[in-house]
């Protein structure tokens, strides 16, 4: 694999000490945080949907510079939490947030900066980190109309740096990441060259898997299915990797919108994500999807434990 999952951080990598640290981005949902880390890593390894709530767990992504290494954190975005699924997301959002050296806090240009800036207040226990304000979005907005959103943000926020940018199209994201170096401790790698998520294979397989399944089912399914990965064999080179996934529900009566009129949903999501499956692994990839009922899974600690949403 081009880019390999490494499981455990190292201090081997070279002997002379960079500006090196654990950042976290924070936000609202769906201020593009996990667009970012994915351009930022040069790979895919945080999935991206339209559907608010798309991250549930923190996603690691690691940025190697000539003269500095940035530990990187996707978190689940700020919203009114419903469920216990909710709430350990928000619990996980600010467990990392407190264990950063530093943070980047994405807010919208295209929308009022009022109630933006007011949860940034509201979060001040976050600020005791140098942080950084970036302003998403900017491809999206006319130059003269962004400068008011800048100035109102520096009137009433004292970050480090204000940086507009776009995750989509990569402006300005060159200047964040010098601000944000500018930011972390001197202090040896924490991981080797070439490793770009701490995340597992298993881990990897299952969110790619649910961003097909968010993709054909959000309408009707938006934040009930859940993916599992029971079974993960490569063979090695020259080889295919076996993937063996359980799609949970909440409700019986939910089989039936995953699995589609004579299992043709079902069959569109597995090919999808088997085509995604073998680009991310480099390798061709056997795909074998089921369909089961875990009641109310959202609100049951032993579930989401199992889906590997626990604090940590």
């Given at each position: 694999?081009?880019?390999?999952?490494?499981?455990?951080?190292?201090?081997?990598?070279?002997?002379?000490?960079?500006?090196?640290?654990?950042?976290?981005?924070?936000?609202?949902?769906?201020?593009?945080?996990?667009?970012?880390?994915?351009?930022?890593?040069?790979?895919?390894?945080?999935?991206?949907?339209?559907?608010?709530?798309?991250?549930?767990?923190?996603?690691?992504?690691?940025?190697?510079?000539?003269?500095?290494?940035?530990?990187?954190?996707?978190?689940?975005?700020?919203?009114?939490?419903?469920?216990?699924?909710?709430?350990?997301?928000?619990?996980?959002?600010?467990?990392?947030?407190?264990?950063?050296?530093?943070?980047?806090?994405?807010?919208?240009?295209?929308?009022?900066?009022?109630?933006?800036?007011?949860?940034?207040?509201?979060?001040?226990?976050?600020?005791?980190?140098?942080?950084?304000?970036?302003?998403?979005?900017?491809?999206?907005?006319?130059?003269?109309?962004?400068?008011?959103?800048?100035?109102?943000c520096a009137e009433q926020l004292q970050p480090?740096?204000?940086?507009?940018?776009?995750?989509?199209?990569?402006?300005?994201?060159?200047?964040?990441?010098?601000?944000?170096?500018?930011?972390?401790?001197?202090?040896?790698?924490?991981?080797?060259?070439?490793?770009?998520?701490?995340?597992?294979?298993?881990?990897?397989?299952?969110?790619?898997?649910?961003?097909?399944?968010?993709?054909?089912?959000?309408?009707?399914?938006?934040?009930?299915?859940?993916?599992?990965?029971?079974?993960?064999?490569?063979?090695?080179?020259?080889?295919?990797?076996?993937?063996?996934?359980?799609?949970?529900?909440?409700?019986?009566?939910?089989?039936?919108?995953?699995?589609?009129?004579?299992?043709?949903?079902?069959?569109?999501?597995?090919?999808?994500?088997?085509?995604?499956?073998?680009?991310?692994?480099?390798?061709?990839?056997?795909?074998?999807?089921?369909?089961?009922?875990?009641?109310?899974?959202?609100?049951?600690?032993?579930?989401?434990?199992?889906?590997?949403?626990?604090?940590?």
């Amino acid at each position: 694999m081009k880019c390999p999952a490494i499981g455990s951080p190292t201090l081997k990598a070279v002997d002379s000490a960079i500006r090196c640290g654990f950042a976290a981005l924070i936000g609202w949902t769906n201020v593009g945080k996990s667009s970012l880390i994915n351009l930022l890593v040069r790979h895919r390894i945080a999935i991206t949907s339209n559907t608010p709530q798309t991250t549930r767990n923190r996603i690691i992504g690691i940025l190697h510079g000539p003269d500095y290494q940035i530990v990187l954190a996707d978190t689940p975005g700020f919203h009114k939490p419903g469920t216990e699924l909710s709430r350990r997301m928000l619990r996980i959002a600010r467990l990392t947030a407190e264990s950063a050296d530093a943070l980047i806090w994405m807010v919208f240009c295209d929308r009022d900066p009022v109630p933006q800036i007011k949860l940034l207040k509201d979060k001040q226990e976050f600020f005791r980190l140098p942080w950084i304000l970036a302003i998403n979005k900017i491809d999206t907005i006319r130059y003269e109309n962004l400068l008011p959103f800048i100035q109102t943000c520096a009137e009433q926020l004292q970050p480090a740096a204000i940086v507009p940018i776009s995750a989509r199209t990569g402006e300005n994201v060159d200047r964040l990441i010098s601000e944000l170096v500018a930011l972390l401790p001197e202090s040896l790698p924490m991981y080797p060259a070439g490793t770009i998520t701490d995340r597992t294979e298993k881990f990897m397989a299952s969110e790619i898997v649910r961003q097909h399944l968010i993709e054909q089912t959000y309408h009707e399914l938006p934040h009930a299915s859940a993916v599992l990965v029971e079974e993960f064999i490569d063979v090695g080179e020259g080889g295919k990797i076996r993937i063996d996934a359980v799609i949970y529900i909440e409700k019986q009566s939910q089989k039936g919108i995953v699995i589609g009129k004579q299992g043709s949903r079902l069959k569109t999501i597995g090919q999808n994500a088997r085509r995604d499956l073998a680009g991310y692994f480099e390798k061709p990839v056997d795909l074998y999807l089921r369909v089961k009922t875990d009641q109310n899974w959202r609100n049951k600690t032993p579930s989401l434990k199992r889906f590997g949403l626990m604090d940590f």
